[in-house]
Structures are given as C-alpha cells and as structure tokens.
C-alpha cells in the first residue's frame, strides 16, 4: 500500500480485523439450499475468490493498527476534516443483536467482538495463526490431542487473570443445548461435543476440553482435524468473563443484560464504552489488555449508516475514515484518486442463489439445472461486478483450506495458476471466451433450452413469475441474471 508503512508483527496483528472488514463487502442473505446435492450444478455463484475494496484516509490508515499493532510510518498528511489521529471511525451497516461471542453470527457483530475480545489464537495473513491468549501449543502424534498454554499477563478488563477455565467455560456455554448457539457446529471436532450440544450426553466432563491447571488448556478430539487452528482462531471460540455471564443468569439464556456497555467484560485490546442503537457504538483501549503498549488507538467509533451511498458521501465529506461502500460507477475515480485511497483485500467466498426447492417448478432438478447453464459467470463477474471478483464454477473457492478445483471451461474459474498473482492484484477488467468456451456456451444455453422443455416449459412458455430478492448490494446481478434468463429461456 503506497504512502504507509507497517511493520511484519504490526500487519500480522492488523490480519483478523482486516479480514472481519473485508468479508463483509460481499457478505449476501444466506439462506441454504435445501438440498446439498443442488448447491453445485445450481447454485448461481458469481463470485470465487473476491477481492473487495475498501476506501481508507492516509492518516487513518495509521489508524488501523487496531490491536497491538506498531505502525513505523505514515508519509500522506491528514487531511483537515479527518478525526483526531487516534480515534478511527467506521461504518456500521447492520445493528449487533448481541455482542456475544457465541450467539453472534454477523460479519458486523464480529468486527467489534474482535477489539474486545482475543481467542487463544488469531488469524494471519498468510491464512495461518498467531498467538492470542495462547503463547504456545502443540499436538499430539495421532492429533487427536492439542496443548494450548496460555500467557501469565491474560488479564480480563476487570483486572482479573484470564485462565484456562474460562476457555472450557465459554465453550461449554457454545454447546449447551438450552442455548442453541448458532455456531456450535465450529466446536464439533472436539470428542463428544457434537453429542452434548443435542443433548445425547449430559455429562460434560466427557467433552474433549479439559484445564489441568490455569495455563494450561488441553483439547482432545473426536478425529484428527489439521484445521483446528483455523476453528480456533475463528469468533465463536472467543471466551466469555464466566463472573460476569453467571451474575446475569446468561449461561444459558439469551439476550441478558451482560453485554451491556456498564456490565460487558472482555480481554481484548479495548473496552465496550457506548452502545447508542443504530447510532453508534465506541470502543476505548483497555489498560489491562496484556499488549496495551502496542496499542496505538484511543478509540474506535462505529458509526451506523443505513446504505452505501450514505456511507461513501460520508467518507467523501471526512465523517468516515474506512468505507466498504465502493460502488462500481465510482471504482475508476477511486483507483486513480491520489493520494490513493483505494485498498483491495483478497477475501475467498462464494455467492449464489438458494432456491426454494419446496415449491415448484423448482423442486424439479432440470428446472434449476437449466437457470443455472445459461448463466456466464464470468460476464457477470466482469461486466455487472468490475470489482476483480472470479467467476464460481465451484462452491468451494480456489485456494481455501489448500483446495484447488480442476480446470473448468465454460467461462468457469480461471486455472489455478491464474487465481492471483504476486502482488495480489486484480485480473484484467475484462476477458473474452476462448473458441472451447464459446462452444461449450453454446452447448450449454441448448442443454438448457432442451431440460426446460423436457420439464414442461418449451421456450418457456407456461413457467410462473419467478421472485428473487437479496441485499441491496446486488441488484445489478439479479437485473443481469433476468435478462439472461429473458433473452435464452424465455423466462419472466
């Protein structure tokens, strides 16, 4: 990123709040499909590995060392309407139901969670970890055994130590049955977790978390998982203060007054100071947090906007340092602004439609089948998105958790080599369908045409209106799919 530096430990430290940020950008309504076996050949992914952007203020860029980072240069003034140089202000788009580890579940809720609260590891940028309450750890031959040692200085905002019960206090507390945490899935790896969060085991001493003595936190599992780092890292095995969650009768309830700005405990690097409903929520360094020194910002400022172009006029006037609301008119003015302020993040999801496969004419597999053939992912990607994003020609994106998809045709997902390149930047704006993509288009918009048919609908004729709705985020995308769909299938 040009006109600032920051230090390897600094860019490490910065990686878990950078990727809460950068995921939201493409965050869309998930609702599952109702059968697994339809999310590939039908889902409508128009995106694999995504590089979203978002917009930052030279002097505020210094500003997103967030957590214990040591920024060793900033070389752009600050411009005159920005904030004062320690506090960092951004967006809000969705109000937090809670701030609970574990009953958050959106990207926004996880944004703060991460200031105040810190795991026993974190995630880095090269997709690992590094050490968060957790100095050091390791595992066991077989790997069903993982020792996890936690720093003497863990210190809750209470003053109080942070020890290794509280870890299999929390995550009791994410597989209580009474709770139903959302994510308690994350938690299954571990022996007999899946078994006591349905309430098939009502002893948790059988549960794979044990606390030998207050630094040490041994996990043992149901079957090796080499990703257990990544779980471990991820927010719903951030800990709870156990005083505090049990003083407000929270164990196993939802909703109670713990999370409160007066009440809330953490042991991240800054507290819970205000909590103004879709207003704004402020979070201020914590004194006791174990690398308070390393800790640049005073303050964090959540600011709530209710859509994206509210939220980029507010970063246009200086009322915002950081937006996500980088629409794609804009993307040329913003790649060339100088000083620059335009930063892409490499982010790995993957979107797509869920049909209501309940109702007909989509409980019938051609049906769907022949939505999604006519589809040019690639097009979509490239001239409706023109934000860098892939074409989906799997519902597992290139290079998470190591995986690499086969070559695909069909205007698909690039080969492998051709994901990213060194520098992270993004493709070109616009490619053309190679002769064996363009046939292959071609065989796949009559495939279509012949299962519609085959269906009952030729030339569509017959089909109800089809409904789809999303996020304000993607109208663009529906408006393409449907015309599409107009132009090949005959579809309203």
Request: net charge positive.
């Amino acid at each position: 990123m040009s006109g600032w530096r920051i230090s390897p430990r600094a860019r490490a430290r910065l990686w878990p709040w950078v990727s809460e940020l950068a995921r939201a950008v493409a965050q869309v309504g998930r609702t599952v499909p109702v059968s697994r076996s339809d999310i590939l050949p039908s889902s409508i992914g128009s995106a694999g590995t995504l590089r979203p952007t978002f917009l930052h203020r030279a002097i505020l860029t210094l500003a997103l060392t967030l957590v214990s980072l040591a920024l060793t240069a900033c070389t752009k003034p600050a411009p005159a309407a920005t904030a004062p140089a320690q506090i960092l202000r951004l967006s809000q788009r969705n109000e937090p139901a809670d701030l609970d580890p574990q009953l958050a579940t959106l990207p926004d809720e996880f944004f703060i969670l991460r200031a105040l609260s810190e795991g026993l590891v974190t995630p880095a940028p090269d997709g690992g970890v590094l050490p968060g309450v957790a100095e050091k750890w390791e595992t066991s031959a077989d790997g069903l055994t993982w020792t996890f040692h936690l720093r003497a200085d863990a210190r809750w905002s209470d003053g109080a130590p942070v020890v290794a019960g509280d870890f299999v206090f929390s995550y009791r507390r994410a597989l209580t049955p009474a709770l139903a945490a959302p994510k308690a899935r994350l938690f299954f790896a571990v022996k007999n977790a899946a078994a006591y969060q349905r309430g098939a085991l009502a002893d948790f001493s059988q549960v794979g978390f044990a606390a030998p003595d207050a630094r040490t936190l041994v996990l043992t599992l149901d079957h090796p998982t080499p990703h257990l780092l990544a779980l471990a890292a991820s927010g719903p095995w951030l800990p709870v203060p156990p005083a505090t969650v049990e003083k407000f009768h929270g164990t196993a309830q939802r909703g109670t007054a713990w999370t409160r700005p007066e009440n809330f405990v953490g042991n991240g690097p800054f507290l819970l100071g205000a909590w103004r409903p879709n207003q704004l929520i402020t979070v201020t360094k914590s004194p006791t947090y174990w690398d308070a020194a390393r800790v640049r910002l005073a303050e964090i400022r959540f600011i709530a906007m209710d859509n994206g172009d509210t939220e980029e006029r507010a970063f246009r006037t200086g009322q915002l340092d950081v937006t996500l609301a980088v629409t794609t008119t804009k993307l040329p003015a913003y790649e060339n602004a100088q000083p620059p302020v335009l930063h892409r993040v490499a982010l790995a999801e993957t979107r797509y439609l869920a049909l209501n496969t309940l109702r007909p004419p989509l409980n019938d597999v051609r049906v769907r089948r022949a939505l999604s053939l006519v589809l040019d992912r690639a097009a979509l990607t490239e001239k409706v998105l023109k934000g860098g994003q892939l074409p989906a020609a799997t519902f597992i994106p290139p290079g998470l958790g190591g995986y690499q998809p086969a070559e695909t045709g069909s205007r698909g997902a690039p080969a492998p080599e051709t994901q990213n390149d060194a520098a992270g930047a993004p493709p070109p704006h616009e490619t053309f369908p190679t002769e064996t993509e363009a046939a292959a288009l071609l065989a796949a918009r009559a495939e279509a045409r012949r299962l519609l048919a085959e269906a009952g609908f030729p030339g569509g004729r017959g089909f109800p209106r089809l409904e789809l709705s999303s996020w304000a985020t993607a109208p663009a995308v529906l408006e393409a799919m449907q015309q599409r769909w107009r132009q090949e299938l005959g579809l309203e």
